[in-house]
Protein backbone atom coordinates (compact mmCIF):
# COMPACT_ATOMS: atom_id res chain seq x y z
CA UNK A 1 0.00 0.00 0.00
CA UNK A 2 1.12 3.25 -0.42
CA UNK A 3 0.91 7.06 1.04
CA UNK A 4 -0.87 7.93 -1.20
CA UNK A 5 -3.99 5.30 -1.16
CA UNK A 6 -7.33 7.29 -0.87
CA UNK A 7 -9.42 5.89 2.60
CA UNK A 8 -12.24 7.11 4.28
CA UNK A 9 -11.40 5.77 8.33
CA UNK A 10 -8.20 5.58 10.19
CA UNK A 11 -6.35 2.54 9.39
CA UNK A 12 -5.92 -0.59 11.31
CA UNK A 13 -2.79 -1.61 13.27
CA UNK A 14 -2.62 -4.63 10.95
CA UNK A 15 -2.43 -2.05 8.38
CA UNK A 16 -0.05 0.49 9.14
CA UNK A 17 3.76 0.65 8.42
CA UNK A 18 6.44 1.33 10.85
CA UNK A 19 7.03 5.51 11.17
CA UNK A 20 10.44 5.57 8.44
CA UNK A 21 11.65 9.00 8.78
CA UNK A 22 14.13 8.52 5.21
CA UNK A 23 10.80 7.70 3.39
CA UNK A 24 8.39 10.18 5.19
CA UNK A 25 10.84 13.68 4.36
CA UNK A 26 11.35 11.99 1.05
CA UNK A 27 7.73 11.57 0.35
CA UNK A 28 6.44 15.13 1.55
CA UNK A 29 9.35 16.59 0.09
CA UNK A 30 7.54 15.98 -3.51
CA UNK A 31 3.90 16.00 -2.02
CA UNK A 32 5.27 20.04 -1.04
CA UNK A 33 6.85 20.61 -4.05
CA UNK A 34 3.90 23.11 -6.00
CA UNK A 35 2.82 24.86 -2.63
CA UNK A 36 4.72 28.22 -1.99
CA UNK A 37 7.56 27.52 0.21
CA UNK A 38 7.98 28.68 4.03
CA UNK A 39 8.26 32.28 4.27
CA UNK A 40 11.99 32.52 5.56
CA UNK A 41 13.28 30.28 3.22
CA UNK A 42 11.54 31.68 0.13
CA UNK A 43 13.17 35.27 1.53
CA UNK A 44 17.38 33.50 1.66
CA UNK A 45 16.19 32.16 -1.72
CA UNK A 46 15.89 35.57 -2.77
CA UNK A 47 19.01 36.45 -1.16
CA UNK A 48 17.25 37.71 2.39
CA UNK A 49 19.67 35.07 4.08
CA UNK A 50 21.74 37.15 6.22
CA UNK A 51 21.15 36.59 10.08
CA UNK A 52 19.59 40.21 10.69
CA UNK A 53 17.65 40.11 7.99
CA UNK A 54 15.95 36.14 8.94
CA UNK A 55 15.65 37.36 12.39
CA UNK A 56 13.88 40.54 11.52
CA UNK A 57 11.69 38.61 9.13
CA UNK A 58 11.50 36.08 11.96
CA UNK A 59 9.70 38.51 14.58
CA UNK A 60 7.55 39.68 11.60
CA UNK A 61 6.13 36.50 11.25
CA UNK A 62 4.93 35.45 14.66
CA UNK A 63 1.24 35.38 14.52
CA UNK A 64 0.87 36.21 11.33
CA UNK A 65 -0.27 34.52 8.28
CA UNK A 66 2.96 33.95 5.72
CA UNK A 67 0.93 35.33 3.12
CA UNK A 68 0.81 38.51 5.15
CA UNK A 69 4.54 38.25 6.87
CA UNK A 70 6.07 37.72 3.39
CA UNK A 71 5.23 40.49 1.58
CA UNK A 72 5.61 42.74 4.93
CA UNK A 73 9.48 41.85 5.36
CA UNK A 74 9.71 42.52 1.84
CA UNK A 75 8.79 46.41 2.31
CA UNK A 76 10.39 46.50 4.89
CA UNK A 77 13.96 45.77 3.05
CA UNK A 78 13.31 47.58 0.15
CA UNK A 79 13.89 50.43 2.40
CA UNK A 80 16.55 49.11 5.24
CA UNK A 81 18.17 45.46 4.84
CA UNK A 82 21.26 46.41 6.75
CA UNK A 83 20.91 47.79 10.60
CA UNK A 84 23.02 50.92 10.12
CA UNK A 85 20.02 51.81 7.83
CA UNK A 86 17.12 50.19 9.81
CA UNK A 87 18.28 52.21 12.61
CA UNK A 88 17.60 55.26 10.33
CA UNK A 89 14.41 54.73 10.85
CA UNK A 90 11.95 55.81 13.00
CA UNK A 91 9.36 53.43 15.09
CA UNK A 92 6.08 54.86 12.87
CA UNK A 93 7.93 54.44 9.22
CA UNK A 94 8.91 50.66 10.15
CA UNK A 95 4.87 50.68 11.14
CA UNK A 96 3.96 51.84 8.46
CA UNK A 97 6.07 49.35 6.24
CA UNK A 98 4.36 46.12 8.50
CA UNK A 99 1.16 47.69 9.27
CA UNK A 100 -0.68 44.40 7.89
CA UNK A 101 1.07 42.38 10.16
CA UNK A 102 0.04 41.00 13.45
CA UNK A 103 0.88 43.44 16.49
CA UNK A 104 2.75 45.37 14.29
CA UNK A 105 3.03 48.60 16.35
CA UNK A 106 4.76 46.70 19.30
CA UNK A 107 6.97 44.85 17.04
CA UNK A 108 8.35 47.81 14.85
CA UNK A 109 9.27 49.10 18.29
CA UNK A 110 11.28 46.08 19.52
CA UNK A 111 12.95 45.59 15.74
CA UNK A 112 14.50 48.98 15.87
CA UNK A 113 15.49 48.25 19.77
CA UNK A 114 17.27 44.80 18.07
CA UNK A 115 18.71 47.05 15.87
CA UNK A 116 20.20 49.68 17.98
CA UNK A 117 21.63 46.90 20.42
CA UNK A 118 22.97 45.51 17.39
CA UNK A 119 25.05 48.68 16.32
CA UNK A 120 26.16 49.89 19.80
CA UNK A 121 27.39 45.84 21.25
CA UNK A 122 28.15 44.45 17.98
CA UNK A 123 29.34 47.02 15.79
CA UNK A 124 26.37 46.26 13.79
CA UNK A 125 27.61 42.48 12.88
CA UNK A 126 24.75 40.13 14.44
CA UNK A 127 27.05 36.98 15.51
CA UNK A 128 25.82 33.50 14.66
CA UNK A 129 24.90 33.16 18.49
CA UNK A 130 21.96 31.48 20.73
CA UNK A 131 22.22 33.49 23.47
CA UNK A 132 22.30 36.85 21.86
CA UNK A 133 19.59 36.07 19.64
CA UNK A 134 17.33 34.97 22.76
CA UNK A 135 18.52 38.08 24.62
CA UNK A 136 16.74 40.28 23.04
CA UNK A 137 12.98 41.01 24.00
CA UNK A 138 10.21 38.79 22.41
CA UNK A 139 12.49 36.80 20.47
CA UNK A 140 11.76 32.52 21.09
CA UNK A 141 13.63 29.33 20.49
CA UNK A 142 11.81 29.03 17.29
CA UNK A 143 13.25 32.39 15.70
CA UNK A 144 16.80 32.16 16.87
CA UNK A 145 16.66 28.32 15.95
CA UNK A 146 15.21 29.01 12.05
CA UNK A 147 17.62 32.69 11.59
CA UNK A 148 20.95 30.82 13.03
CA UNK A 149 20.10 27.67 10.88
CA UNK A 150 18.94 29.33 7.59
CA UNK A 151 21.01 32.27 7.95
CA UNK A 152 24.66 30.21 9.55
CA UNK A 153 24.10 26.65 8.55
CA UNK A 154 23.62 25.91 11.93
CA UNK A 155 21.94 22.11 12.86
CA UNK A 156 18.90 24.23 14.40
CA UNK A 157 15.21 22.90 14.93
CA UNK A 158 12.95 25.83 13.76
CA UNK A 159 9.88 24.37 15.71
CA UNK A 160 6.57 26.05 15.09
CA UNK A 161 3.09 25.10 15.28
CA UNK A 162 3.04 22.83 12.43
CA UNK A 163 5.97 21.22 13.25
CA UNK A 164 4.69 20.74 16.62
CA UNK A 165 1.42 19.56 15.81
CA UNK A 166 2.33 17.21 12.47
CA UNK A 167 5.10 15.59 14.25
CA UNK A 168 2.82 14.19 17.65
CA UNK A 169 0.10 13.60 14.55
CA UNK A 170 2.82 11.30 13.28
CA UNK A 171 3.17 9.41 16.44
CA UNK A 172 6.87 10.59 15.82
CA UNK A 173 7.07 12.15 19.22
CA UNK A 174 4.52 12.77 22.25
CA UNK A 175 5.00 16.40 23.34
CA UNK A 176 2.54 18.64 25.09
CA UNK A 177 4.27 22.19 23.79
CA UNK A 178 6.49 23.38 20.75
CA UNK A 179 9.34 23.89 23.45
CA UNK A 180 9.11 20.34 24.60
CA UNK A 181 8.51 19.06 20.60
CA UNK A 182 11.82 20.33 20.17
CA UNK A 183 13.47 18.29 23.08
CA UNK A 184 12.27 15.44 21.83
CA UNK A 185 12.94 16.28 18.02
CA UNK A 186 16.22 16.57 18.87
CA UNK A 187 16.64 13.38 20.64
CA UNK A 188 15.52 10.97 17.74
CA UNK A 189 15.39 13.33 14.39
CA UNK A 190 18.34 12.64 12.21
CA UNK A 191 20.87 15.81 12.25
CA UNK A 192 20.08 16.15 8.30
CA UNK A 193 17.00 16.93 8.81
CA UNK A 194 16.91 19.63 11.67
CA UNK A 195 16.59 22.45 9.49
CA UNK A 196 14.52 20.53 6.47
CA UNK A 197 11.75 19.55 8.87
CA UNK A 198 10.29 23.40 9.15
CA UNK A 199 11.03 23.84 5.74
CA UNK A 200 8.93 21.09 4.62
CA UNK A 201 6.13 20.69 7.30
CA UNK A 202 5.44 24.48 7.05
CA UNK A 203 3.36 23.74 3.77
CA UNK A 204 2.80 19.99 4.48
CA UNK A 205 0.91 21.60 7.38
CA UNK A 206 -0.64 24.27 5.72
CA UNK A 207 -2.26 22.70 3.06
CA UNK A 208 -2.07 18.98 3.59
CA UNK A 209 -1.85 17.88 7.68
CA UNK A 210 -4.06 20.82 8.65
CA UNK A 211 -5.15 22.00 12.03
CA UNK A 212 -8.80 21.11 11.58
CA UNK A 213 -10.10 18.16 8.73
CA UNK A 214 -6.64 17.24 7.86
CA UNK A 215 -6.31 15.95 3.89
CA UNK A 216 -5.63 12.10 5.49
CA UNK A 217 -7.06 10.80 2.03
CA UNK A 218 -4.63 11.65 0.16
CA UNK A 219 -1.83 12.21 2.82
CA UNK A 220 1.44 10.84 1.54
CA UNK A 221 2.65 9.15 5.03
CA UNK A 222 -1.46 7.77 5.94
CA UNK A 223 0.12 4.46 5.97
CA UNK A 224 2.82 5.22 8.70
CA UNK A 225 1.01 8.02 10.45
CA UNK A 226 -1.04 7.68 13.87
CA UNK A 227 -3.51 10.00 13.09
CA UNK A 228 -3.27 11.20 17.22
CA UNK A 229 -6.05 13.39 17.94
CA UNK A 230 -7.29 13.22 14.41
CA UNK A 231 -11.22 12.64 14.86
CA UNK A 232 -12.80 13.95 11.67
CA UNK A 233 -10.77 14.62 7.87
CA UNK A 234 -11.20 15.00 4.25
Known sequence: MTGNRKRDVKLSPAEM????IDIAMARIREAVGP???AVLFELAADGYKTIFEQLIACIITIRTM???SGPAARR???RARRPEAMAALTPNEIDELIWDVAFHEPKSRQILAITRRVIDQHQGELPCN???LLSFNGVGPKCANLALGIACGQPRIGVDIHVHRVTNRWGYIAAATPERTTLA???VLPTDYWLEINRLLVPFGKYICTGRLPRCSTCPVLDM???VGVTSHR
Open 35 to 37: FPK
Open 66 to 68: EEV
Open 185 to 187: LQS
Open 17 to 20: QAFD
Open 130 to 132: YDV
Open 76 to 78: LFA
Open 225 to 227: CQQ
